[in-house]
């Protein structure tokens, strides 16, 4: 999505709810300025959270390759309750 700065200002509230539902970011435009992005907090800490965890070089090839196996269904699947299960009785030990 894009939109000038003055319809941005005109129609902020449509917008941004617009935002919001799509999770696409709207792209704002201004003479004379660099653009700007309106995203979803949520949506910009996940691609905070993201770009952290691929810094590592060591990191990123481990997700990459974790990322691979499952793209090409590789792998044993796991029910979350069993994840659960298996976390908490690591912890008690």
Known sequence: M???YTETRAHFVQYWNRVIESREPLII???G???IAL???SELAALMETAHL???PKNAKRLLKALKKSLDA???EVQLD???KEAS???AS
Request: no cysteine; charged share 35%.
């Open 89 to 91: 009785d690591g912890q």
């Open 74 to 76: 590789e792998g044993t």
């Open 2 to 4: 894009h939109a000038s």
């Open 33 to 35: 300025a660099e653009d």
């Open 29 to 31: 435009t201004r003479k």
């Open 82 to 84: 069993e994840l659960i």
């Open 54 to 56: 691929l810094r590592s």
């Open 39 to 41: 995203i979803p907090a």
